[in-house]
C-alpha cells in the first residue's frame, strides 16, 4: 500500500513539474508576443493593400479592413492649404494632393512593436507611422512629418492611429491647339506678330525674352515666371517648387537649408522658397515657444507661411512671457519704410502739418502704454488704419500741448481759424 502512494505521489509531482517549469512559462510567453507581432504586420500589410488599390483605382475588399477600421481618402489642397475638389481644368488645379489611408487606434503597448515592423518589414513605403500629437512618426528615420490642421480635422486623426500618406498627380485634361491657316497681319516696326486668343495680334517687342533657369519671360508682367512646362513630376510626397529659379522637388511640410542666422519658409502663392531673419534667437527664447495673437486684426490666413502676429508694417509684435499672447504697438523705425508711409515723411512737417498713427479702437489704445489713452483721438479726422499718416490742418495750425510726434497730431481748432491778436477773422 505505501509502494502505491509513494508512487502515485511521484506521478503528481512530475506532472506538476511539466506544466509549471520555467522552460514551458517561457515558451508560453514567446508564443503570445509571436501572435501578437504577427497581429500587428497584418495590419500593416492590409493597410498597404487598401493604399495600393487606391493608388491602381482599384479597391481592396477583405476581412481585414472592416475589423481593423481602414480608410482611404483623397485630400487636396490650394496654395492657402485649405481643402479643395481633387479636380483640374487644365488652368485652376490644387496645389497639393495627397492619398491617406488610416487604421484603428493601436493599443500603446504595441507601438514599439509596430514601429519595429514598419522599420524591417516597409523601410521602403515613404511616409508610413503612427500618428501622434499632429505628427507621424516615421520608423527607421528621425523624420516626424508634420500635418495641417484642415488635414487632422477633415479625417477626424486620433493618437495611435496607423498612417500611410503618399503624393499623387492630377494630370490636365487634354488640350486641343489650332494653328492659323495664313498669317494675315501685318504689324508695324518696334512690334512683333503673335497668335493668341485664336487670331494673331502685334505685340510690342522686348529684349528680355530669356530667362535663366526653369524660368521664362511673361510679357502681361513684364517679368520672369516659373515655367509651368517645365515642372517635373515628384515621386512620394514631394512637390515642385521653385528654388532659385530652377525647379526642385521637396517635401512642402519641411524646411529649406539657410545659413544659420536665418530660416526657411515657403511662398506658396509663388512656390519658392525664402530664407528670412529668424524672429526670435533660440538662445534667448523665453518660455512661450508658440506666441499666439491677442487679437487678430487685419488681413489673415494668407498662406502657411504662418507668422505668431498680425501685425502691419508700421507695427512690432511684443510677447508676454506669462500667457505667451502677441500684441501690436507702433514702431517708429518703421516711418523711412515705402511700405508703411508711402509718401515722403520730410514733407510732413511744418506748422500745419504733422505725422500721428492710425489708432484703431480703445482695446489697441489700451495695449500701449507710452501715451495715455484719453490723449488718442478716435474720430472721423484721423485715420484707424495702424499705420502713420499725415494730418494736413489746411489754413490751421498744427495744435502742438495735444501732438505728439509721431503718434498724435490735432489741428488747433477744426470749426474757425486762428485768429492772431490785432487781426480781423475771415469771412
Known amino acids: 500500500m505505501n509502494i ?3 508512487m502515485l505521489i511521484s506521478l503528481f509531482m512530475a506532472g506538476y513539474h ?3 517549469a520555467p522552460n514551458t512559462v517561457v515558451r508560453g510567453q514567446e508564443t503570445d508576443q509571436a501572435i501578437t507581432i504577427s497581429d500587428l504586420r497584418s495590419i500593416a500589410e492590409c493597410a498597404l493593400a487598401v493604399h495600393n488599390a487606391e493608388i491602381t483605382g482599384g479597391t481592396f475588399n477583405d476581412v481585414c479592413v472592416e475589423q481593423n477600421r481602414i480608410k482611404t481618402n483623397r485630400v487636396c489642397f490650394d496654395s492657402r492649404l485649405s481643402i479643395t475638389d481633387c479636380t483640374s481644368d487644365g488652368y485652376k488645379r490644387p496645389s497639393y494632393s495627397f492619398i491617406i489611408t488610416t487604421t484603428g487606434r493601436l493599443n500603446p503597448s504595441d507601438y514599439n512593436e509596430m514601429m519595429n515592423i514598419l522599420e524591417k518589414d516597409f523601410s521602403t513605403s515613404g511616409t508610413f507611422g503612427i500618428y501622434q500629437d499632429e505628427i507621424i512618426m516615421v520608423a527607421g528615420t528621425s523624420v516626424k512629418q508634420s500635418l495641417p490642421k484642415t488635414v487632422i480635422d477633415k ?13 499623387f498627380d492630377i494630370p490636365d485634361p487634354e488640350r486641343v491647339f489650332t494653328e492659323p491657316e495664313k498669317e494675315d497681319v501685318t504689324c508695324p516696326v518696334g512690334t512683333q506678330k503673335v497668335y493668341r486668343f485664336g487670331r494673331w495680334q502685334c505685340a510690342g517687342q522686348n529684349i528680355k525674352t ?8 511673361d510679357s502681361s508682367v513684364m517679368e520672369c515666371v516659373p515655367d509651368e512646362s517645365r515642372k517635373p513630376l515628384c515621386a512620394g510626397v514631394q512637390t515642385a517648387v521653385m528654388v532659385d529659379g530652377v525647379w526642385e522637388c521637396v517635401i512642402p511640410f519641411g524646411e529649406y537649408k539657410c545659413p544659420n542666422d536665418k530660416i526657411a519658409r515657403i511662398n506658396y502663392e ?3 522658397w525664402e530664407c528670412e531673419e529668424a524672429p526670435v534667437d533660440e538662445s534667448k527664447r523665453g518660455k512661450c515657444t508658440m506666441p499666439k495673437p491677442q487679437i487678430v486684426r487685419g488681413r489673415g490666413g494668407a498662406t502657411l507661411r504662418v507668422v ?3 501685425c502691419t508694417d508700421c507695427e512690432k509684435a ?5 500667457n505667451c499672447t502677441v500684441t501690436c504697438v507702433p514702431d517708429v523705425t518703421k516711418l523711412s519704410s515705402p511700405a508703411c508711409y508711402s509718401g515722403n515723411i520730410k514733407e510732413c512737417s511744418g506748422a500745419s502739418k504733422a505725422v500721428y498713427f492710425g489708432f484703431p479702437d480703445k482695446q489697441y489704445i489700451e495695449r500701449f502704454d507710452e ?3 484719453k490723449l488718442i483721438p478716435l474720430d472721423s479726422h484721423h485715420s484707424q488704419n495702424r499705420r502713420f499718416n499725415c494730418l494736413d490742418c489746411g489754413k490751421y495750425r498744427v495744435d502742438s500741448s495735444r501732438s505728439i510726434y509721431p503718434y498724435v497730431a490735432e489741428c488747433h481748432e477744426y470749426d474757425k481759424p486762428v485768429i492772431k491778436p490785432g487781426t480781423k477773422p475771415e469771412r
Open 308 to 310: 505668431p502676429n498680425d
Open 4 to 6: 502505491f502512494l509513494i
Open 371 to 373: 501715451i495715455p489713452p
Open 318 to 322: 511684443i510677447t508676454d512671457e506669462e
Open 18 to 20: 511539466m506544466l509549471f
Open 210 to 217: 530669356s530667362c535663366g533657369g526653369d524660368q521664362v519671360w
Open 270 to 272: 509663388t512656390l519658392q
Open 155 to 167: 479625417l477626424g486623426l486620433e493618437n495611435g492611429q496607423l498612417i500611410y500618406m503618399t503624393h
